[in-house]
């Protein structure tokens, strides 16, 4: 009989505020699969437009998933992974972010732990 798998979609991490300093968003547990990440949504709680970057590794361009987005300070929901399938992470990779304000971009993550 087969290994039953679980890939029930969740929260990755509870909402957060991204600093305006390069920080630890989110660690695809080791000892697994991997993750998918498949949905990244941030809303802009200030007034002014804020930007964001957020990488798949180290903070650097290279890894960029988003470099410098400039998000409005609408109050509305925007999807980072609009038209995108997936963001596919192996075990104990990381996710980092880095708002250009403090206090003013909150971030959301969604998918699948693969076990």
Same mark, same amino acid.
């Given at each position: 009989?087969?290994?039953?798998?679980?890939?029930?979609?969740?929260?990755?991490?509870?909402?957060?505020? &991204?600093?305006?300093?390069?920080?630890?968003?989110?660690?695809?547990?080791?000892?697994?699969?991997?993750?998918?990440?498949?949905?990244?949504?941030? &809303?802009?709680? $200030?007034? *002014?437009? &804020?930007t964001?970057?957020?990488?798949?590794g180290?903070?650097?361009?290279a890894? *960029? +998933?988003?470099?410098?987005?400039? &998000?409005?300070?609408?109050?509305l929901?925007?999807? +980072?992974?609009d038209?995108?399938?997936?963001?596919?992470?192996?075990? $104990?990779?990381?996710?980092r972010?880095?708002?250009?304000?403090?206090?003013? +971009?909150? +971030?959301?993550?969604?998918?699948l732990?693969?076990?």
């Amino acid at each position: 009989m087969a290994t039953p798998t679980d890939y029930e979609p969740k929260q990755l991490w509870a909402p957060l505020q &991204v600093p305006a300093a390069d920080t630890l968003i989110y660690t695809s547990p080791g000892g697994q699969k991997g993750t998918r990440i498949q949905g990244l949504i941030i &809303v802009n709680t $200030s007034s *002014a437009p &804020v930007t964001i970057r957020i990488t798949h590794g180290a903070m650097g361009e290279a890894q *960029a +998933l988003c470099w410098d987005f400039s &998000v409005p300070g609408d109050g509305l929901p925007h999807d +980072l992974m609009d038209g995108a399938k997936t963001i596919l992470m192996d075990a $104990s990779d990381v996710l980092r972010a880095e708002a250009a304000a403090a206090a003013s +971009l909150t +971030l959301h993550g969604y998918g699948l732990e693969m076990n």
